[in-house]
């Protein structure tokens, strides 16, 4: 058995966690929780490590799922996940950086939490009908049809895109350059009519408490965030696997911007202000399968 099957294993563990909680500090004490567990164990009964560091990952996030859906009802505005600014690894795996995108992780949300962990281990990492059982502790028989109906729900609201991540990318560094440049036509030009935007605040800094739909809408409230931060600037960043932008007041972050890009054009966008969600922004070389 490899000395070192925890640290083989971390990406995944954050992953599976982060998926499950759409927070990356909730993520990452996970996987110390999963460490200490991992000591502790007897680890000469254990025949499959991934497996079974899988279903401890699996089993911490959903009683602290639990925690964070108490927390969310008395969230102020909309919610969003916590961002990651990732690497290129990350966008080359389609699968997984489709599945850590912001609008999946959104999709994500609208599942029972069982679901969503019988649909991650499955569908994100490959892992056996009897294997989740272990870890969601019910059959694999239940599994099997938890994961039809979570695959089915997941579909009938999954984002489409009709673009690959280099088009998404030119997509987005238009809007860039067209909103630190003030150009109107450009926003116009780059989002689509019936866009949805997505701010997160918290309650702790400005932000829109509804989406904002319709792209006349969206770009008056950016034009009042540029008015409202005059020094501010974007600049390029890859947020949850794909092209994406970071806010900057001065030297410092004051916001992530995510987008879901179709047919040439920007469908949503996804704001993350809250501080709270900003604190533990790095690039992170924790996402993996």
Known sequence: MSSDAFSDHRRLLFTIAYEILGSV??????????????????????RDERAYLARI?????????????????DYVGPWLPEPLITRGDVADDVVLAENVSTAMMLVLETLQP????????????GFEHREI????ERTPEAVRQIAHRARGHVEARRPRTTVDAQEAARVVERFRI??????????????????????DGGGNVTAARRPIIGADNVIRFI?????????????????NGTAGL????????????????????????????????????????????
């Open 57 to 73: 990952a699996t089993r911490l996030s959903l009683n602290r799922l639990r925690t964070l859906a108490r927390r969310r009802e």
């Open 25 to 46: 500090a909730d993520a990452e004490d996970v996987v110390q929780e999963a460490w200490l567990r991992w000591n502790d164990a007897d680890r000469s009964a254990v």
């Open 133 to 136: 059982a272990d870890a969601v």
């Open 246 to 289: 970071r806010a900057l007041v001065g030297d410092a972050v004051d916001g992530v911007i995510s987008f879901s890009v179709d047919a040439g054009v920007i469908r949503e966008m996804y704001y993350v202000r809250n501080p709270e969600k900003l604190a533990r922004l790095r690039t992170h070389n924790l996402i993996g399968r």
């Open 178 to 199: 067209a909103a630190e440049t003030g150009d109107l036509q450009g926003l116009v030009d780059v989002l689509a009519p019936d866009v949805v935007f997505l701010s």
């Open 223 to 239: 034009a009042g965030l540029l008015e409202q931060n005059p020094g501010s600037a974007v600049e390029a960043a890859e947020v």
């Open 114 to 125: 069982i679901e969503r962990a019988v649909f991650v281990l499955r569908e994100v990492f």
